[in-house]
């Protein structure tokens, strides 16, 4: 018998750069914003003292793809022109205090070997070791706070923007870059904290349709094999990326997923209508993540609404809601008992 998984890539190329983890080589759909940040780089390669930079805009807008991409060709250009340039690249996702920030920057400028435990040490200890870090490092430094509005107090920006004021760190130019997918974080800052962070801002707006295009055609180039995709296949997705708030990161996870139908169901093309009914799924799993995210009391509300609206009895008044509500709670309660 012949085994059960054969390799198949007639429609596939390279389907790993679709997934969320591939960085890609080049930037297409965000020239504004490149422009803004190359200006806001400038005095890096110049040796003068950096600008902080402070970027923000919704989830999947190309914030972590475009720093990455333009760090890496700073570091080339440093390279070139002789600058002493360290970038540091912390992702606070998973972090929710300061203190955990500044442990895990402390590890990160240190050899594994030579971690600290990331609980029980006292804070202007952790704040020691991270100034004795910066310290061994010289010229340029730019330290990069990825999904920073993960945390929540402000102790930390507030210790390494006033370092070279506090004369905690000598040898070097320090600069700091962060990243947030909420835009409301730098209004939550402290005034002074804002003002030194934020020197220069950039804002990431969502995509456009134009520009959803352009990312899924480049991506779609080096995913799939030529001739694997028909027509409107990657406009329906740019359409409906668009609809779902100019998200990238959606945008492709959309292709991928109509790219793994097509293949599941062994067409020899992805076509609209495959794309039609991944988008289906996709809005059957966020309606489900919501959900499970709810309270018990938001979820019964839910169920009693939805209920009532498919006996055509909306809008209701909240007592019917609430009535409703409870006699599904009281059913919920007799089952768990048995
Ligand atoms: N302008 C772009 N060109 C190419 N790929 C992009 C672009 N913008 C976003 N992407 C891709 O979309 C996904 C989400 O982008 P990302 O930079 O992680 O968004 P953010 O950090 O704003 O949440 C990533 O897979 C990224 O590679
Ligand atoms: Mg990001």
């Not at 606070?92 to 609980?119: F, K, M, W």
């Not at 402000?154 to 370092?163: E, G, H, K, M, V």
């Not at 520009?211 to 028909?230: G, M, P, S, T, W």
């Amino acid at each position: 018998m012949a085994p059960r998984f054969q390799p198949d890539d007639t429609l596939y190329k390279r389907r790993n750069t679709l997934k969320v983890e591939y960085v890609p080589d080049d930037i297409v759909g965000r020239d504004n914003e490149i422009e803004e940040y190359e200006a806001a780089l400038q005095p890096i390669i110049n040796g003068e003292y950096p600008d902080n930079i402070f970027i923000y805009g919704k989830t999947g807008v190309g914030k972590t793809a475009v720093t990455n991409f333009l760090l890496n060709e700073l570091r080339e250009s440093a390279e070139h022109f002789g600058v002493d340039l360290s970038v540091i690249s912390l992702n606070c996702d998973g972090l929710s205090t300061s203190y955990q920030a500044a442990i895990s920057l402390v590890n990160n400028l240190r050899e594994p070997e030579h971690h600290i435990a990331e609980t029980g040490h006292p804070q202007s200890k952790v704040y020691r070791l991270l100034w004795d870090e910066l310290n061994k490092l010289s010229g340029t430094v730019i330290i990069v706070l990825d999904e920073i509005d993960h945390i929540t107090d402000d102790t930390f920006l507030y210790q390494i923007t006033r370092a070279d004021n506090n004369g905690y760190i000598d040898n070097i130019q320090l600069g700091l870059i962060g990243i947030s997918n909420d835009s409301t974080f730098r209004e939550q800052l402290d005034a002074k904290v804002q003002s030194s962070l934020c020197e220069t801002e950039i804002s990431f707006p969502p995509y456009g349709t134009e520009e959803l295009q352009k990312v899924l055609e480049q991506r779609a180039d080096i995913a799939f094999h030529e001739n694997a995709i028909e027509d409107g296949v990657i406009s329906l997705c740019a359409a409906l990326g668009r609809q779902d708030g100019g998200d990238a990161r959606r945008a492709i996870t959309l292709l991928r997923k109509a790219g793994d139908l097509a293949r599941a169901e062994n067409a020899e093309t992805v076509t609209t209508d495959h794309v039609e009914r991944a988008q289906e799924k996709l809005e059957a799993q966020q309606s489900m993540d919501i959900m499970r995210d709810l309270t018990e009391h938001e979820q019964l509300t839910l169920y009693a609404l939805t209920t009532l609206a498919a006996e055509s009895a909306t809008p209701a008044r909240s007592r019917v809601v609430y009535q409703l509500r409870v006699a599904r709670d009281a059913r919920l309660r007799g089952r768990r008992r048995t």
